[in-house]
């Protein structure tokens, strides 16, 4: 048990769908990301947000959507996604920005197919 | 070119066995270096934090080594055991653009 929850474990979804990714931190963190973890290549940081202001956003496709209500909680909203968006999404948090040598916690992920 | 080269792709070894893990980066300025342990369908777990001025550092069986001038890294396992089957992810940071630069993984495999 890392101390960062995701849910759902595992999704599938159609290309017209709308659905969503939570993430949840009990470490007293400020600041937390989305990574996208495909076959084969490295881990790619999608999102984020620290002190809950997002500072980052990779280019990524408008039709992921961030949500940061809180310093605990994270959320991933998806729609109209595209198959070779399926992928392990790692949720992701640490005390300040983690370049400066704080550990990054991850989630157990969530597995998302889209058919 | 990924900034973060890791060898060999995949690995099996025998139980008991000793192995080594190889990470070459090109990060610049270099802040720290991290291995990370992922297995089969979980989250990756922390290992081992490296800055500039350490050579080595251990973790139970896993022990990490950094060569800062030749910006090489690698991961020695000792005695490897079943549980040890996993995907080790070598992740460099950089002052300069302030992000975390991620290897692909060595992909170990022990075998009884």
């Known amino acids: 048990e890392t101390g960062v929850t995701q849910t759902p474990r595992h999704l599938v979804m159609g290309m017209t769908n709308k659905k969503s990714l939570k993430c949840e931190q009990h470490?007293?963190?400020?600041?937390m990301y989305w990574y996208k973890q495909s076959a084969k290549k490295p881990l790619e940081l999608m999102f984020v947000?620290?002190?809950?202001?997002?500072?980052e956003n990779n280019s990524v496709p408008s039709r992921f959507s961030p949500e940061c209500p809180n310093s605990s909680h994270l959320f991933l909203h998806l729609h109209t996604l595209q198959p070779e968006d399926s992928a392990l999404y790692l949720c992701?948090?640490?005390?300040?920005?983690?370049?400066?040598?704080?550990?990054?916690?991850f989630g157990e992920g969530s597995w998302l197919t889209v058919v | 070119k990924n900034q973060v080269e890791q060898s060999p792709q995949s690995l099996i070894i025998l139980e008991g066995k000793n192995c080594t893990l190889q990470?070459?980066?090109?990060?610049?300025?270099?802040?720290?270096l991290r291995w990370y342990k992922q297995d089969t369908g979980r989250g990756p777990v922390s290992l081992t934090i490296?800055?500039?001025?350490?050579n080595t550092k251990s973790n139970g069986r896993y022990t990490a080594t950094l060569d800062a001038d030749t910006k090489q890294s690698s991961l020695h396992i000792t005695a490897s055991q079943l549980s040890d089957s996993a995907s080790y992810i070598c992740?460099?940071?950089?002052?300069?653009?302030?992000?975390?630069?991620f290897g692909k993984g060595n992909q170990v495999v022990v075998i009884p």
């Open positions: 992701a948090s640490s005390q300040e920005r983690a370049f400066s040598g704080n550990t990054i916690y």
């Open positions: 470490l007293g963190h400020n600041a």
């Open positions: 947000y620290s002190l809950e202001e997002r500072v």
């Open positions: 990470c070459n980066y090109t990060v610049s300025p270099f802040s720290n």
């Open positions: 490296m800055t500039f001025s350490e």
């Open positions: 992740v460099v940071s950089s002052y300069g653009n302030n992000r975390l630069a």
